[in-house]
């Protein structure tokens, strides 16, 4: 079965330096990976996602992702944090061998950035 | 394109009641998933509709259930609320039938269970 790890609940990071939110997956087959975001009282908005081909994925509002298969993860970076990036973040996965798979979503972490 | 649309936005019942969530997937998306997000447990699949076929189901019990029309639309159900139903429910589509195509979510119902 498909999983996905988000290992921190919550990140801090001063405004203007670099960001990572940590992402660690499990499938049995390749893997699709996603990056979501949620602000207050609103549904997720779709960030990124790696298909295939080139590991570092480049994504909305200058996030990027890097996909490292021999370390199961995707982690998502972002070169400078805004005040504005202050959201929760979801990564997600599904099975590229299973078929028509449910997407599997981590628990989420939230980032706050202080100015 | 007009984005996926949910009604009601939000919705309190009592426990013992029944109730139906509606969504409204962007035009030309055949795909819809059904989520419930709660603190502790985060998103919780529920299910994936596709071109009416119900493609994929989550591990909740039978008093969840959904449905999706010819246009694309769709509905979920839940009898007999508990406490524990109370959540955010968000609806989601997407345009084709491959799995690596990105979902669009909705603002979400936010039911609350009295």
């Known amino acids: 079965a498909q999983s996905v790890a988000q290992p921190e609940d919550q990140v801090n990071v001063a405004e203007g330096n670099p960001l990572t939110v940590k992402c660690t997956y499990s499938?049995?087959?390749?893997?699709?990976l996603f990056w979501y975001v949620q602000y207050p009282n609103r549904g997720l908005q779709f960030l990124l996602k790696y298909i295939t081909g080139d590991n570092l994925v480049k994504g909305s509002y200058g996030f990027e992702a890097e996909f490292n298969k021999s370390q199961t993860s995707f982690h998502l970076k972002k070169p400078s944090a805004l005040v504005s990036d202050s959201a929760l973040y979801f990564c997600a996965v599904r099975d590229m061998r299973s078929g028509n798979t449910p997407l599997v979503f981590g628990k989420g972490t939230r980032l706050s950035v202080i100015a | 394109k007009a984005g996926v649309t949910q009604t009601p936005r939000y919705l309190i019942k009592t426990r013992g009641q029944q109730v139906t969530l509606s969504c409204s997937p962007i035009s030309g998306h055949r795909s819809v998933s059904w989520y419930q997000q709660t603190p502790g447990q985060g998103l919780q699949f529920l299910f994936e509709y596709f071109s009416e076929t119900q493609r994929n189901k989550g591990n909740f019990p039978g008093r969840f259930s959904g449905r999706q029309f010819s246009n694309s639309r769709s509905e979920m159900n839940v009898s007999t609320l508990e406490l524990g139903d109370s959540a955010l429910y968000l609806c989601?589509?997407?345009?084709?039938?491959?799995?690596?195509?990105?979902?669009?979510f909705g603002p979400g119902t936010r039911l609350t269970v009295l």
């Open positions: 989601a589509s997407s345009s084709g039938d491959s799995s690596y195509n990105e979902q669009f």
């Open positions: 499938v049995s087959g390749n893997p699709y």
